[in-house]
């Protein structure tokens, strides 16, 4: 009798212990989805890496592995409680493992719905960081098609300054031709006053040597 209430006390102990366990990790994965909620809204800083997502999986495998625990440690109680040979006892014993059981039924039923809301939450995740990754492309093209750009503006810009400096050579010559062209007419005038002249001259003398 005495061997049968260490067992349970021990199995009671087990189950107390597990149980504070796995609602400690519902706590952890809860927190762990309202930092990722806070980095999906834009409220905290996103990091690529996504380092709360393992920690998510992580936690998701343990709080499995004690819920699968507890569940066999209720199932032990629930035996132990059949082999009391004292129907009090028995009693007693089976009403703690209703209570666990439903205990664990309320928490095995929040860790489903949390780990459907973490499942949400890595879609999500993975959907931002997929178009964060496709907003870095586009601007990659978009500061190369930049560049191009203003590499043509320099080119352009370059052959505007050679084109200017053709268009300056040009009308230097053409000023340089038009006063040329000024001096050849003056002396042209010149030679045909002096020509004239010597013509007037002659024909002057030869008038008044008669």
Not at 14 to 24: C, N, R, S, T
Not at 119 to 146: F, G, H, W
Request: hydrophobic fraction near 40%; charge should be neutral.
């Amino acid at each position: 009798m005495e061997a049968e209430d260490v067992h349970v006390k021990i199995c009671l102990q087990e189950i107390v212990k597990l149980d504070l366990e796995v609602q400690a990790l519902i706590q952890d994965i809860r927190e762990y989805e309202n930092t990722s909620l806070s980095k999906i809204t834009g409220d905290g800083d996103f990091n690529s890496k996504n380092p709360t997502l393992l920690s998510l999986e992580e936690l998701n495998l343990l709080a499995n592995d004690k819920l699968t625990k507890l569940r066999s440690k209720i199932k032990e109680l629930e035996r132990l409680a059949q082999e009391q040979e004292m129907e009090n006892n028995q009693n007693m014993i089976m009403k703690q493992v209703q209570t666990h059981q439903q205990a664990l039924l309320r928490k095995v039923s929040n860790h489903q719905a949390l780990s459907r809301t973490a499942n949400s939450i890595t879609d999500n995740l993975i959907s931002l960081n997929r178009m964060m990754a496709t907003q870095v492309k586009q601007s990659e093209q978009t500061i190369n098609t930049l560049a191009s750009s203003s590499k043509t503006v320099d080119e352009t810009h370059e052959e505007f300054k050679g084109m200017s400096g053709h268009i300056h050579t040009s009308k230097k010559l053409l000023s340089k031709y038009n006063r040329r062209e000024f001096t050849d007419r003056l002396l042209i005038i010149l030679a045909l006053v002096f020509f004239f002249a010597t013509v007037l001259y002659i024909v002057k003398k030869r008038l008044w040597s008669k």
